[in-house]
């Protein structure tokens, strides 16, 4: 997205008040702590505009990739009038559903959408706060496919830089996948 005084001042305001933790969860870890941006109105209100706008036109449903991305993704979906398809961690949703395996540090985890739960073609933002190895986003929009559904792009509000994610995703999913962060460290 083109730097505009307009992004520059969002990233200066959910900068602001996000909070920046040492040794969290272990030691040589600085963890990037949204919880005081949701707590800020006009902050939360800015960071759930601002990484939908790349995407305006292109999405008919958020899909909020659990747990940070429902908050994300739900505030985005008012503003923009769209939908919010939650993708679960394992074991959460009632109906039938469609699993994606993901690799974690010590093992593996899965996400989980209902079978169904939107039209075949149904374009899908995926959206989630972290953008660290990969895995989870990459995960999410693999289920997306799987279940007929379009992934639309890929919205997060930081991004790891250092940790390759971006990279992980193209060599897994395209380079015509698009990934939208706001802010990058």
């Given at each position: 997205?083109?730097?505009?005084p307009?992004?520059?001042?969002t990233?200066d305001?959910v900068?602001?008040?996000?909070?920046?933790?040492?040794d969290?969860?272990e030691?040589?870890?600085?963890?990037?702590?949204l919880?005081?941006?949701?707590?800020?109105?006009?902050?939360?209100?800015?960071?759930a505009?601002?990484?939908?706008?790349?995407?305006?036109?292109?999405?008919?449903?958020?899909?909020?990739?659990?747990?940070?991305?429902?908050?994300?993704?739900?505030a985005a979906s008012?503003l923009?009038?769209?939908?919010?398809?939650?993708v679960?961690?394992?074991?959460?949703?009632?109906?039938?559903?469609?699993?994606?395996?993901?690799?974690?540090?010590?093992?593996?985890?899965?996400?989980?959408?209902?079978?169904?739960?939107?039209?075949?073609?149904?374009?899908?933002?995926?959206?989630?706060?972290?953008?660290?190895?990969?895995?989870?986003?990459?995960?999410?929009?693999?289920?997306?496919?799987?279940?007929?559904?379009?992934v639309?792009?890929?919205?997060?509000a930081?991004?790891?830089?250092?940790?390759?994610?971006?990279?992980?995703?193209a060599?897994?999913?395209?380079?015509?996948?698009e990934?939208?962060?706001?802010?990058?460290?």
């Amino acid at each position: 997205m083109e730097q505009t005084p307009a992004v520059q001042a969002t990233r200066d305001l959910v900068e602001a008040h996000m909070a920046t933790i040492p040794d969290f969860p272990e030691p040589g870890v600085l963890f990037r702590d949204l919880t005081p941006v949701f707590a800020n109105g006009p902050a939360f209100h800015a960071l759930a505009e601002a990484i939908t706008v790349p995407f305006e036109g292109r999405f008919d449903v958020l899909a909020g990739v659990e747990a940070r991305g429902f908050l994300l993704a739900a505030a985005a979906s008012v503003l923009r009038d769209a939908g919010v398809l939650p993708v679960r961690k394992a074991g959460k949703l009632p109906r039938k559903v469609l699993s994606e395996e993901y690799a974690l540090e010590y093992g593996t985890a899965a996400l989980e959408v209902h079978e169904g739960e939107l039209p075949p073609g149904t374009r899908v933002l995926i959206v989630d706060d972290v953008l660290a190895t990969g895995g989870t986003v990459g995960a999410a929009a693999r289920l997306v496919e799987r279940a007929g559904w379009h992934v639309a792009g890929i919205a997060v509000a930081v991004e790891l830089v250092d940790l390759g994610g971006r990279a992980k995703l193209a060599e897994e999913l395209g380079d015509d996948l698009e990934v939208y962060s706001l802010l990058q460290y």
